[in-house]
């Protein structure tokens, strides 16, 4: 029986990828290598365990064929949907990137496990689902939803597909809302952005809004250890839950000084207005992770130890 994973050369599916196999699970990945990258996967391609196929989830005609084939001589257990737009900005710029690549990618996954009978999801979905709520503390079951991005509204509308998929075929669902996940292989993200700047200009460091920004942030490998705690332990036909630190977080500006001291010590730091870094950026968001602790899971790094680690791993990564 093999695991599917859905994104499988970005940041999280390769990760996640490297511990199903570790495990000795046999694992198919899929990836159109628009924001992922071979690099990623590299070291698991000899993995007699491991198959990879790139192709465009949207062409329905595509993902039936390689599935299809697949099946003919392994059979497909469950699937981890990872495959999404991971551009807030270029979403809200362009409405279509997210219908795309976040939501229409949700459509046929489900398409195609509905035809094969494929009948346990993963989903990565995210905090944007939210919207902008201030300081409020956010639970589970805070509502109604409003999304401020494109994103993330097409990450509750893929939620709201997968509920009423239980309804009509899938066994079990889980919902994972991911917050600012960081560590290696990185794609995206502030601290990326930050190391790539300092990089180029090595005397000053731009951020985007005033740095008053405060999120929390967890380590890739706390993520997907708390992703399979909730597997293990949690079996309703729908699933959801906040994946976190759960701590208030911790400010841009201090991300900033953490990186530009890691980077280039002597840089100035240059704020932006506003405390939003980009249209569709949500300020502050701080999660309740109690319904997770009720399974007994608990974040071995707190955000600013995520972070710090993060640099740490990042800046070794581009010196080899």
Same mark, same amino acid.
């Given at each position: 029986?093999?695991?599917?994973? %859905?994104g499988?050369? !970005?940041?999280?599916?390769?990760?996640?990828?490297?511990?199903?196999?570790?495990?000795?699970?046999? /694992?198919?990945?899929?990836?159109?290598?628009?924001?992922?990258?071979?690099?990623?996967?590299?070291?698991?391609?000899?993995d #007699?365990?491991?198959?990879?196929? =790139?192709?465009d989830?949207?062409?329905? +005609?595509?993902?039936?064929?390689?599935?299809?084939?697949?099946?003919?001589?392994?059979?497909? $257990?469950?699937?981890? @949907?990872?495959?999404?737009?991971?551009?807030?900005?270029?979403?809200?710029?362009?409405?279509?990137?997210?219908?795309?690549?976040?939501?229409?990618?949700?459509?046929? +996954?489900?398409?195609?496990?509905?035809?094969? =009978?494929?009948?346990?999801?993963?989903? &990565? $979905? +995210?905090?944007? /689902?939210?919207?902008?709520?201030?300081?409020?503390?956010?639970?589970?079951?805070?509502?109604?939803?409003?999304?401020?991005?494109?994103?993330?509204?097409?990450?509750?509308?893929?939620?709201?597909?997968i509920?009423?998929?239980?309804?009509?075929?899938?066994?079990?669902?889980?919902?994972?809302?991911?917050?600012n996940?960081?560590? +290696?292989?990185? %794609? @995206?993200?502030?601290?990326?952005?930050?190391?790539?700047?300092?990089?180029?200009? #090595?005397? =000053?460091?731009? /951020?985007?809004?005033?740095?008053?920004?405060?999120? !929390?942030?967890? @380590?890739?490998?706390?993520?997907?250890?708390?992703? *399979? %705690?909730?597997?293990?332990?949690?079996?309703?036909?729908i699933?959801?839950?906040?994946? !976190? &630190?759960?701590?208030?977080?911790?400010?841009?500006?201090?991300?900033? =000084?953490?990186?530009?001291?890691?980077?280039s010590p002597?840089?100035?730091?240059?704020?932006?207005?506003?405390?939003?870094?980009?249209?569709?950026?949500?300020?502050?968001?701080?999660?309740?992770?109690?319904? *997770?602790?009720k399974?007994?899971? %608990? #974040?071995?790094?707190?955000?600013?130890?995520?972070?710090?680690?993060?640099?740490?791993?990042?800046?070794?990564?581009?010196?080899?």
């Amino acid at each position: 029986m093999a695991i599917l994973i %859905t994104g499988v050369a !970005g940041f999280i599916g390769s990760n996640l990828a490297r511990k199903f196999l570790a495990e000795q699970k046999v /694992v198919i990945g899929i990836d159109n290598l628009c924001r992922g990258s071979l690099t990623n996967i590299a070291s698991l391609q000899d993995d #007699p365990l491991f198959t990879f196929a =790139q192709l465009d989830l949207c062409d329905l +005609t595509a993902y039936e064929k390689c599935i299809g084939d697949y099946l003919k001589k392994e059979s497909i $257990s469950e699937v981890w @949907h990872l495959a999404a737009n991971s551009d807030i900005p270029a979403g809200i710029s362009d409405a279509a990137i997210d219908l795309r690549d976040t939501f229409m990618t949700t459509y046929n +996954t489900l398409e195609i496990m509905k035809h094969h =009978q494929i009948d346990v999801l993963a989903f &990565a $979905s +995210t905090s944007a /689902v939210y919207g902008d709520l201030g300081e409020r503390l956010l639970d589970e079951d805070i509502g109604p939803l409003f999304p401020i991005s494109n994103y993330g509204a097409m990450k509750l509308a893929s939620e709201a597909l997968i509920s009423a998929s239980v309804e009509s075929f899938l066994k079990r669902a889980y919902i994972y809302r991911f917050p600012n996940v960081i560590g +290696t292989p990185a %794609t @995206h993200g502030v601290i990326l952005d930050f190391i790539a700047k300092l990089k180029k200009i #090595p005397d =000053q460091l731009e /951020v985007l809004g005033n740095g008053s920004q405060k999120k !929390g942030y967890l @380590h890739v490998h706390d993520l997907i250890d708390a992703m *399979l %705690t909730i597997q293990e332990r949690a079996n309703d036909p729908i699933n959801y839950f906040n994946i !976190g &630190a759960g701590d208030e977080g911790i400010y841009v500006r201090d991300i900033a =000084q953490m990186v530009v001291q890691a980077v280039s010590p002597s840089a100035a730091i240059a704020y932006g207005q506003g405390d939003k870094g980009w249209v569709g950026d949500v300020p502050r968001f701080q999660y309740s992770i109690e319904k *997770l602790k009720k399974l007994g899971w %608990t #974040p071995k790094l707190s955000s600013e130890q995520a972070v710090r680690l993060a640099i740490e791993q990042i800046l070794a990564e581009q010196s080899k």
